[in-house]
């Protein structure tokens, strides 16, 4: 039976766009900007838990597709769709970065090796190596895709896959504990001194091991839609039920974070972040709900750049607020936001069609190269 994620979602498009929005206000605070920015961009390092949410339902939900139709995972499509979709922005992108130094927000960046095997989220030292610091949150990403086929064939091959809910929850319950350990082991040591700052981005925020949360919150809820209809039937009934109880969460969540580096902020507040955001999308897959029923070309659009604006955004905001400046125009003004965001979109969209684009191209001739090279039957 054809699995209903292949579906186009709206809601999902939407909480792409919201969560690409987020990060672009949170990262915008380190540049100049109009004081309000302060008030609601403090909160989009929420935007990246959302990101893996729904990075581990979609990609969990296509492995489990493969698992339920064919008994395997075809890892070679996996992978090549995988590197094509990833690899070619990212690496135009360090490229900018490498070569040309105009483009850096900042003075220095962390060695090249930890950007071409994506482990620049360990040991990051963001202070004085913060240049595309936001490279961590893909390098934990595509550490994510690299692991999980392998652990859901070993889960198929020894018939462990209904154990996929349990291994779920004895995550997040261990990455609370982790994180709970490297708190009391790294960062109280340094809680008055000046490393306290390196050390608990290094040791609470970077971490793979330590922000698992809204990658297992997505895995479940893919989980749960492909293996368990009838209970995905029944909890879709209530998704505007979810959407409240996300928004719940979520308002609880900014409470407990209003200062992030706190014991409890640290040790539980990411997990609270992952389960607001696990209802969210839950609502937004559940037909009960305006996210599911509603269409937006400016939410679709803006999904669709989410990933290459990401990538590229604080270099486009550094050289479009110098150019601002040197013109005369105050880089802190209203106007300056709206003309660099409206620039992160404009090189969002260059991406696209230079770069993504042509890279879809190629990976289609890796995986049908007999339909790319068959002649095309008269009509």
Known sequence: MESRLQQRFYG???????????????????FNHPDWVDTIGQWGWM???????????????????????????TKKAFFLKRIFRILPPYLVVVGLYFLVPA????????????FLTFTQNFG???IHKGTFSHAWSLC??????????????????????????????????????????????????????????????RRIYYPTYTRLDGLV??????????????????????????????LVLLAAAFRVCLD????????????????????????????????????SRITAQLAGLSYSVYLTHKGVIHLVQGFLEQSGM????????????????????????LVERPAVRLRNKFLNPAKETRPSLPV
């Not at 999902?12 to 380190?30: E, G, K």
């Not at 880089?331 to 979109?345: F, H, K, Q, R, T």
């Open 330 to 353: 105050d880089p802190g003004s209203n106007l300056a936001l709206v003309i660099c965001l409206a620039c992160c979109l404009l090189v969002g969209l260059l991406f696209r069609y």
């Open 124 to 126: 990051l030292d963001v």
């Open 260 to 295: 992030p580096y706190t014991f409890t902020a640290s040790t539980a507040g990411f997990s609270i972040v992952a389960l607001g955001f696990g209802c969210l999308v839950l609502a937004a897959v559940s037909p009960s709900t305006f996210l599911y029923r509603y269409g």
């Open 140 to 201: 934990i990403e595509e550490q994510f895709y690299l692991t999980l086929p392998f652990c859901l064939l070993l889960l198929h091959k020894i018939k462990g896959i209904r154990f996929v809910p349990g291994i779920a929850v004895f995550l997040l319950l261990l990455v609370i504990v982790l994180r709970w350990l490297s708190w009391n082991v790294f960062v109280v040591p340094d809680l008055d001194t000046d490393r306290f700052w390196l050390t608990w981005y």
């Open 103 to 114: 483009f850096r927000e900042r003075e220095s960046l962390a060695p090249l090796w930890k």
């Open 47 to 73: 935007g990246v838990d959302l990101f893996f949410v729904l990075s581990g339902w979609l990609i969990a939900g296509q492995l489990f597709r493969q698992l339920k139709r064919s008994a395997t995972i």
């Open 12 to 30: 999902l498009d939407h909480l792409r766009a919201l969560a690409i929005v987020m990060v672009l206000l949170f990262h915008y605070r380190a």
């Open 217 to 246: 919150m997505g895995v479940l809820l893919a989980f749960v839609y492909e293996y368990k209809a009838a209970l995905f039937g029944r909890l879709s009934r209530y998704g505007n039920l979810f959407l409240l109880a996300g």
